[in-house]
C-alpha cells in the first residue's frame, strides 16, 4: 500500500515571504513585516468571499486594497506584480533534497495548494522534483481552510488515511483543517508560532522530515 505525504507549497516549500514581501516593499513602499502582516490579513476574507475567483486575482485584488489603505496610486502595469513575480519566489534551501529522500524511500507526493496550474506548475520547476498528484484551488473551485482539497486528493488517489501525512507550514490554511479531518499532521513551524489544535509533529523546517514521516508511517 502506497505512503503518501501531502504539502502546501507556499511557506512549506517555497518562501513566499520572501517573495510577496519583496514586491509589495518594491510596489508600495514601507516595512515588508508590517506589509506582509496585512497582506496575510485581507488574502484569506478575499478567497472566503469568492472561492472560485483565480489565485492571480486574489493577490490582484489585495494589492489594489493594501495600495487603496495607503495612498498609493496603482499603476496599470503593477496590478498584476504578484502574479507576475510568483515564478521567482525562492524556494527553501532543504526543500529538494528532502523530497528526493521521500521520493527515495517510498513516499508518493502530492500538493494540495491555493494557486493556480500554471504558477504551481513554475514553482514544482524550481524546486526541481516532481510530484504525483497536484490539486490547485483552480480546479475545484475552493481555497484553504475549506476541506474540498482534501476530499479531492483522496477521491482522486484512493490513497488510505491511514498512510498518509499532511505537511504545511500554513496553521490556518492547513494545520487546523487537517485536525478537523483526523488526518496526521506535520507542522513545518518556520515562524515559531503557537497554535490550536496542534499537529501530530512539530518541525522547524523540511531537515528532518522524512525520518519523522517514516515514524509516523513505518514502510
Not at 469568492?50 to 486574489?58: E, G, M, T
Not at 488515511?161 to 507542522?187: K, M, N
Request: aromatic share 8%; charged share 25%.
Amino acid at each position: 500500500m502506497d505512503r503518501w505525504a501531502t504539502f502546501d507549497c507556499y511557506g512549506t516549500l517555497v518562501d513566499w515571504n520572501a517573495g510577496i514581501g519583496r514586491e509589495l516593499a518594491r510596489v508600495l513602499g514601507g516595512e515588508e513585516s508590517d506589509l506582509l502582516a496585512r497582506y496575510h490579513e485581507i488574502e484569506p476574507q478575499v478567497q472566503a468571499a469568492d472561492p472560485a475567483l483565480p489565485y492571480r486575482q486574489v493577490m490582484a485584488r489585495v494589492l489594489a486594497e493594501l495600495a487603496q489603505e495607503r495612498g498609493v496610486d496603482l499603476a496599470d502595469s503593477e496590478r498584476d506584480a504578484l502574479g507576475r513575480s510568483l515564478p521567482s519566489w525562492p524556494v527553501f534551501p532543504e526543500v529538494a533534497g528532502t523530497l528526493e529522500e521521500m521520493h527515495r524511500r517510498g513516499w508518493r507526493l502530492a500538493a494540495l495548494t491555493n494557486c493556480v496550474p500554471v504558477l504551481i506548475g513554475a514553482s514544482v520547476g524550481a524546486i526541481g522534483v516532481p510530484f504525483d498528484e497536484l490539486v490547485p484551488a483552480s480546479e475545484i473551485g475552493s481555497y484553504k481552510p475549506a476541506h474540498r482539497h482534501w476530499e479531492v486528493f483522496f477521491e482522486r488517489t484512493g490513497a488510505d488515511r491511514s498512510r498518509h501525512v499532511h505537511v504545511a507550514q500554513s496553521h490556518f490554511h492547513d494545520i487546523a483543517p487537517a485536525s478537523e479531518l483526523g488526518l496526521t499532521s506535520i507542522w513545518i513551524n518556520r515562524l515559531g508560532e503557537v497554535h490550536e489544535p496542534r499537529p501530530t509533529r512539530e518541525l522547524a523546517d523540511l531537515t528532518r522530515l522524512a525520518d519523522v514521516a517514516d515514524e509516523l508511517v513505518p514502510a
